[in-house]
């Protein structure tokens, strides 16, 4: 069965330091991969996609995502943190044909001055 | 600004009774879906329909029904309402099917008293 997992429930950094976030997935296929964040109050945003092709996607807001099948991640990565992305992170991958979409937990993002 | 509109914003309600949520879907968007944020189970997928067809169906309990409409709009459905149901619903729309984005409304947050 598809699943998500988001091994990190809540992070911390500086503002201006690098971030990782992680997610790891389980599906047979190649999967679809999404990058969502949420604010307070708020909807999700969609961040970034992967369907195919290269393996480094590029997102809105300056974040990026590789996908590595060999270790089933699609972590979520920005090199300079600003105090806005505070927020809450999720990872979501979806089958081919759609029908479907798994979430990930989601990862809570603190930034401190 | 995803698009998506959902009404109400916000609903408070005693248990046993019922209530309707309303989705209206970017302009364009032919799949509907539906997800159920709480504090203790995450994000959880419950029902997809594309163009009007139920295509999918997650964590729906069966005390909860939904439809989507010829003009598109979807319409998700809670009766017999308990003290758990209390939660954020959200709705989000894709174009068709096959992994593509989807695009969140702001949410429906359901208070059960």
């Known amino acids: 069965a598809q699943s998500v997992t988001q091994p990190d429930i809540h992070i911390t950094v500086s503002e201006g330091a690098s971030l990782e976030l992680r997610c790891n997935y389980s599906?047979?296929?190649?999967?679809?991969l999404f990058w969502y964040v949420q604010s307070p109050g708020q909807g999700l945003q969609l961040l970034l996609k992967?369907?195919?092709?290269?393996?480094l996607v590029q997102g809105i807001k300056g974040f990026e995502a590789e996908f590595k099948r060999s270790q089933s991640s699609f972590n979520l990565r920005k090199p300079s943190v600003h105090w806005s992305d505070a927020a809450e992170y999720f990872c979501?991958?979806?089958?081919?044909?759609?029908?479907?979409?798994?979430f990930g937990t989601g990862t809570s993002l603190t930034v401190i001055p | 600004d995803s698009g998506v509109t959902q009404t109400p914003k916000h609903l408070i309600t005693a248990t046993g009774q019922r209530v309707t949520l309303r989705c209206s879907p970017r302009?364009?968007?032919?799949?509907v879906y539906w997800y159920q944020q709480s504090l203790d189970q995450g994000l959880q997928f419950l029902i997809h329909?594309?163009?009007?067809?139920?295509?999918a169906k997650g964590n729906i309990l069966e005390r909860f029904s939904a439809q989507q409409f010829p003009d598109l709009h979807s319409e998700l459905n809670l009766s017999s309402l308990e003290l758990g149901d209390s939660a954020l619903y959200f709705c989000?729309?894709?174009?068709?099917?096959?992994?593509?984005?989807?695009?969140f409304g702001d949410g429906t947050r359901l208070s059960i008293l």
């Open positions: 979501a991958v979806a089958s081919n044909t759609g029908n479907q979409f798994y």
């Open positions: 329909y594309y163009n009007g067809e139920e295509r």
């Open positions: 992967y369907f195919s092709g290269d393996t």
């Open positions: 599906y047979g296929a190649t999967p679809y």
């Open positions: 989000a729309s894709s174009l068709g099917q096959g992994g593509q984005p989807q695009h």
């Open positions: 302009s364009g968007d032919l799949s």
